[in-house]
Every structure is written in C-alpha cells, then in structure tokens.
Nanobody, 126 residues
Framework: QVQLVESGGGLVQPGGSLRLSCAAS????????MGWFRQAPGKEREFVAA????????YYANSVKGRFTISRDNAKNTVYLQMNSLKTEDTAVYYC???????????????????WGQGAQVTVSS
C-alpha cells in the first residue's frame, strides 16, 4: 500500500513558476513509476509527466514539454514537478500517482497507476 500527499499548489500569474511535491509512504516507493496527471473543470484527467523507478528517463505530455520537469528523490520518498512558464491553460487539479507502468503507453495512461493522491489545485491567472 502506498499513500501519496501532494503539496505546493496555489495561485500564480502567467509566466510564473510553481513546484509541486508528492510525499509517499511505504518502503517500496523506489520500485514504483511515479506520474503526474491533471484535471481541469469539465475535462478528463490527462497525463502530464512520469518517471520510472530507475530514473532512467522521463516522459512528458507535448503541452508541457520544455516547461515542466519531473524528478524524484528515492531517499526522501518524494517526487517533484517543477512548472515554469505557466499558462492559464495549465490551471487544473494536479494529481500524483504511483504504479507499475513500464512502457511509454502505460506511463501516460491513468490505468497504469494503482495509487493516487488527493490532488493539489494550481491556478494560473492574472
């Protein structure tokens, strides 16, 4: 069992930055692929970024590539999402997820993840 708690959300102006953190419980954190998803009002949950347990590579949605960076610290059981050059369309609830996804297809699908955090609101507005 893995419990996930996100933090770091808030209100930021367009062009600004935020860093989300996701703290995980459980001694097996380092064996999970970690992902970030987001859901805007009236829209489906969409993939943002993912990083496998091995830190061997990272995956990003085209809409955030070059602006967002996912990283993880297995010693601290924490995954981060650094968000730069934020746009109004980045406004959403951001969810951290943990799972056994291992391919480019499964890492970008909610079905590749077994555990989810409660979500953190990110609002980009002037």
């Amino acid at each position: 069992q893995v419990q996930l708690v996100e933090s770091g959300g808030g209100l930021v102006q367009p062009g600004g930055s935020l860093r989300l953190s996701c703290a995980a419980s459980g001694r097996t954190f380092s064996t999970y692929t970690m992902g970030w998803f987001r859901q805007a009002p009236g829209k489906e949950r969409e993939f943002v970024a993912a990083i496998p347990w091995s830190n061997s590579r990272t995956y990003y949605a085209n809409s955030v590539k070059g602006r967002f960076t996912i990283s993880r610290d297995n010693a601290k059981n924490t995954v981060y999402l650094q968000m730069n050059s934020l746009k109004t369309e980045d406004t959403a609830v951001y969810y951290c997820a943990a799972g056994r996804a291992s391919s480019p297809i499964t890492t970008s699908s909610p079905t590749g993840y077994d555990y989810w955090g409660q979500g953190a609101q990110v609002t980009v507005s002037s």
